[in-house]
């Protein structure tokens, strides 16, 4: 719509002011604008022909009286109220004529000064991102084209050979806290300063170490973990920095984690579950980058990057005496917050068709997808265990379901409502069909919206799994992943950018 038709519109409103620079961007989408009132100036074709409507009687009428809902279900009414713009909306409705719309509208306020004077509505069809997608992906294998809520099969994390099996790539969701703990680690992983985990059981702090090894200069170089609370007081010691030949009766000649490690890098899991003794000789060595085996008369000079990890707030550790306070600042040079799973249930979708995925190679199973109230039983429960406990209901899951290819609520071996989440799971519908992930689709007003997420943000996570899937494929080679997506370079370099993707990773 040039400014000449935003004048006739809007008399009063000086076209200049008016931002179009969403809407042009894909003008064959659909396209409404209203009064300050609500009732529809303009639409234009694609909008009539999403919503089963004639053009002639649409305009002139209220959205409200349009789509048959009350005020405070519509949207459009909700951006003239509060005169701002509503984005990534996924909307749910029928037509006229019984057909259900499912689609994601962008709604923009239109101002004359302070006065807002009507609103500029740009609505995505959802059958036009499934068509342009499949479009766009023609090119890619068959094998990295995931469909939301199917799972495909993926890479088993491989063990390297420097003792780990993960790198930044195994770290699945986009959730702005996960985003920050990924972005601090691959600041920090070119450094040799100390990095301090912290993150509840299960959240996937080892994960994060060997992602930090095998993102640094010492990737070639050993990465040795152990996990404090695991070995008895008496022999921790002698694991970590070795013995030496009559130290004690039958001791030998023996190096210990510090010394195999040299040149790579050390976990200290749990770290504040080691002795009070030994952290004042963890403390002596990160001062000093020196060890000395027991019973020995000599030091060793050591060069190795320490991580450790605590699974409780690291105030309540010192306050409780299990974590000297002197050690904390040393060890916390960088200090990385994992959040557990409950504050980042928008990565849900992602992490159950990735653990699907992974447990589909691993059992030789062929689950597709997950039963819309597993889902839902799914985004309920506080998930105390973390991603791990996920990952593992899971697998049992799968293990129950024998030949089924959708999880459902009878597969699971035991009722989350009685493993900690404090929420009881909502009772299986006698017969009908069941509702798979990627078939959210209630018979809805407009302006409803999903209790998971945004069409917008499946079809980002569809985007950024068939890139990445390219990268693997192409080693890292942005320009050939372009070609197998059938893209540009330019746009595969903006969507790597706009992803957060590091096509070092792959390589």
């Known amino acids: ?20 620079v969403d809407v042009l961007a894909d003008f064959h989408e659909g396209i409404m604008i209203t009064d300050a009132e609500g009732v529809v100036l303009y639409m234009n074709a694609a909008q009539a022909r999403i919503d089963d409507l004639e053009i002639d009687a649409a305009v002139g009428k209220k959205v409200t009286d349009l789509y048959r809902v009350d005020e405070g279900f519509s949207p459009t009414m909700a951006c003239l109220k509060a005169g701002a713009a509503v984005k990534n909306l996924a909307c749910y409705y029928r037509t006229h ?17 302070k006065r807002v004077v009507g609103t500029i509505c740009y609505i995505t069809d959802y059958r036009n991102i499934e068509n342009t997608f499949d479009t ?19 890479d088993a994390a491989k063990p390297k050979k420097n003792g780990t099996r993960y790198t930044f790539r195994d770290i699945v969701g986009r959730s702005p806290d996960l985003l920050t703990a990924v972005k601090a680690a691959k600041l920090s992983a070119e450094s040799p300063s100390p990095i301090l985990i ?84 963890l403390l002596r060595f990160l001062q000093e980058r020196k060890i000395r085996r027991i019973g020995a008369m000599g030091e060793i000079d050591v ?49 159950v068709l990735h653990f699907l995925a992974r447990k589909n190679r691993k059992l030789g199973k062929q689950v597709s997808g997950i039963d819309m109230k597993v889902m839902e039983a799914f985004e309920q429960y506080a998930w105390p265990g973390n991603v791990r406990e996920l990952e593992h209901v899971i697998e049992g899951a799968m293990n129950l379901a024998g030949a089924a290819k959708v999880i459902e609520l009878s597969h699971l071996s035991v009722p989350l409502d009685k493993k900690g989440g ?39 996570d569809q985007e950024m799994v068939s890139i990445v899937s390219a990268l693997q494929e192409t080693r890292g080679n942005a320009a050939r992943a372009a070609r197998k997506l059938g893209i540009s370079p330019q746009l595969m370099n903006y969507k790597l950018k706009r992803f957060n993707i590091d096509r070092k990773d792959y390589r």
């Not at 519109?9 to 002011?17: H, T």
């Open 136 to 154: 766009v992906m023609q090119s890619t294998p068959p094998r990295s084209v995931p469909t939301y809520g199917i799972a495909q099969p993926v």
């Open 198 to 281: 912290y993150g509840e059981t299960g959240t996937g702090k080892e994960l994060f170490a060997q992602a930090v090894h095998n993102r640094s200069p010492r990737k070639t170089h050993p990465y040795m973990a152990i996990n404090c609370a695991a070995i008895p007081e008496n022999l921790l010691e002698g694991i970590l920095f070795g013995t030496s030949a009559g130290a004690f009766t039958g001791a030998i000649d023996k190096p210990g984690l510090f010394e195999k490690a040299a040149g790579g890098t050390l976990l200290l899991d749990e770290i504040n579950s080691m002795p009070l003794t030994l952290q004042a000789k």
């Open 97 to 113: 004529l019984g057909r259900v719309v499912n689609s994601i509208h962008n709604i923009y306020p239109i101002t004359s000064g």
């Open 422 to 460: 404090g929420h009881a799971l909502p009772q299986q519908a006698p017969g009908g069909s069941r509702g798979r992930i990627r078939l959210r689709l209630p018979a809805a007003r407009e302006g409803e919206t999903p209790g998971g997420k945004t069409l917008a943000e499946m079809k980002t």
């Open 1 to 20: 719509m040039d400014s000449s038709q935003i004048k006739r519109l809007f008399p009063d409103v000086d076209p200049a002011s008016v931002s179009l």
């Open 303 to 351: 060069d190795l990057k320490i991580i450790s990890s605590i699974n409780v707030p690291p105030h309540r550790a010192i306050e409780s005496g299990g974590l000297r306070s002197d050690l904390f600042y040393r060890l916390a040079v960088v200090f990385i917050q994992i959040p557990p799973l409950r504050q980042r249930m928008g990565d849900l979708n992602r992490l």
